[in-house]
């Protein structure tokens, strides 16, 4: 089992930054990629970037590279999204989750039915 907790979500205004955190416990020498996701009202959850957990390559959505930058620290067991140049479409929940396959490409990681172990989630709202 593994258990994750966001942190670092937020009110910002349009232009601005923050950085969540994704702190994972319990089997984690199990997981093999981290992945963030984001859901607003009323819309389907949506991928946003994920980062394997050994070679740490990455992945990203089209509509938020350039702004977003998915980073790890496998000593601390966490992965970080600093999300900057934030826009008010970027209000959402955001839930990091963990996998224990891996997959020989990154885009497969883009189907959150690839995630077994799931955060709570925390609420980011950029307003404009």
């Known amino acids: 089992q593994v258990h994750l907790v966001e942190s670092g979500g937020g009110l910002v205004q349009a232009g601005g930054s923050l950085r969540l955190s994704c702190a994972a416990s319990?089997?984690?020498?199990?997981?093999?990629?981290v992945g963030w996701f984001r859901q607003a009202p009323g819309k389907e959850r949506d991928f946003v970037a994920v980062?394997?957990?050994?070679?740490?390559?990455?992945y990203y959505a089209d509509f938020v590279k350039g702004r977003f930058t998915i980073s790890r620290d496998n000593a601390k067991n966490t992965v970080y999204l600093q999300m900057n140049s934030l826009k008010p479409e970027d209000t959402a929940v955001y839930y990091c989750?963990?996998?224990?396959?891996?997959?020989?490409?990154?885009?497969?990681?883009?189907?959150?039915?690839?995630?077994?172990?799931w955060g709570q989630g925390t609420q980011v709202t950029v307003s404009s």
């Open positions: 980062i394997t957990r050994s070679a740490g390559s990455t």
């Open positions: 319990g089997i984690t020498f199990s997981i093999a990629a």
């Open positions: 989750a963990a996998t224990g396959s891996g997959y020989s490409g990154l885009s497969f990681y883009t189907n959150d039915a690839r995630y077994n172990s």
